[in-house]
């Protein structure tokens, strides 16, 4: 089990540009998160995406949006990029009925430049 | 809105010590509470999870307890090691999303 993936692993951007990052959930996931870390903080929920539909939605511009695809796999996109877009997105994915316990990727370390 | 506060913000210890985390949170209508490791720069690895039903839960040297009522859970790590340093978050799930405190940054000394 390859557990949950994100890709790429660092990425530098130019403020006003655009980006995608990518994540592959846990084996039997049907649920993704994604969240925002900026340095020395706790992650921030952006939203989650269940049955290709954005379910939840936390405090986060409409600059971030985001995708799931029929194989469970999302994307989280951003656009016009800040320096305050700086930082790690986490990307976790869990189970639709249980427990709801997430498991978390790698992350993606975005710097804006 | 859920709110989740960890106490303290970071702790030295030497090795051999038995420590205790703190995290509290406001809203008692959490489904569950996960405790979480992160190393620098790195994603989060699940610790525990405690589902609201339940009051504590064990895995090796740690065990996280959980008190709805009062909006606390301790995570308890027994014989620390220098290789437990870290940061240590909480998260509560309301809804199906996961509410994180600042974390716990834990260094341990040999």
């Known amino acids: 089990d390859a557990g949950v993936t994100q890709s790429p692993t660092h990425l530098i951007k130019t403020r006003g540009q655009q980006v995608t990052l990518r994540c592959s959930p846990k084996s039997g996931h049907d649920t993704v998160s994604w969240y925002q ?4 903080q706790g992650p921030q929920f952006i939203f989650q995406y269940y049955e290709e539909e954005e379910r939840q939605r936390g405090n986060f511009p409409d600059r971030f949006s985001g995708h799931q695809f029929p194989n469970y796999s999302s994307e989280l996109n951003v656009n016009a990029l800040l320096l305050g877009d ?28 | 809105k859920q709110e989740v506060t960890q106490i303290p913000a970071a702790l030295s210890v030497p090795e051999g010590e038995n420590l205790v985390l703190n995290c509290s949170f406001t809203d008692s209508a959490i489904y569950n509470l996960q405790w979480f490791r992160q190393d620098p720069g790195k994603g989060l690895t699940s610790l525990l999870l405690i589902q609201s039903s339940q009051r504590e839960q064990t895995s090796g040297r740690l065990n996280a307890s959980l008190d709805k009522s009062s909006g606390r859970s301790t995570l308890y790590i027994a014989a620390s090691q220098p290789g437990d340093s870290a940061t240590y978050l909480c998260g509560g799930t309301s809804g199906s999303r996961l509410t994180f405190g600042e974390g716990t940054q834990l260094t341990v000394n040999p």
């Open chain 1, 86 to 113: 700086s930082a790690l997105y986490l990307c976790a994915s869990s189970t639709s009925s249980g427990s709801y316990e997430q498991y978390f990727g790698p992350g993606t370390r975005l710097t804006v430049t």
């Open chain 1, 37 to 40: 870390q900026a340095l020395g």
